[in-house]
């Protein structure tokens, strides 16, 4: 069982977190940090002790399972990662989905 740890924004300049272990049971972490960065560091150094690995979710999106060491030895890179791999993401949702010609949609039909 991997914890899953929420990072959320707040207002402009100030963050939080929930960790659980299931979507549905939450616990609010209640204290608000200046940066994502700190959010990671804080929720590291609790679950270092008990878990190798977090699932790791930015304001509700999926973004994969992490080592916890990485959000207490290196919480920058990993926040910098995230912030990749969440523009990755709707990069990919924004792009158009392809669509075939009508005259190719109907040479397939009739195969």
Known sequence: MQPILDIRTVQPGLFTYSLGAAPEAELQCGDFFDT???CLLDAGQGLHHYFDRVQIRFAGLALGSYPVARMVDDPLGLFQELMARILRTYRT???PRWSPPQAVRERL???
Do not use: Q
């Open 36 to 38: 994502a960065e700190r």
């Open 93 to 95: 949702r924004a792009l």
């Open 109 to 111: 039909s009739r195969a």
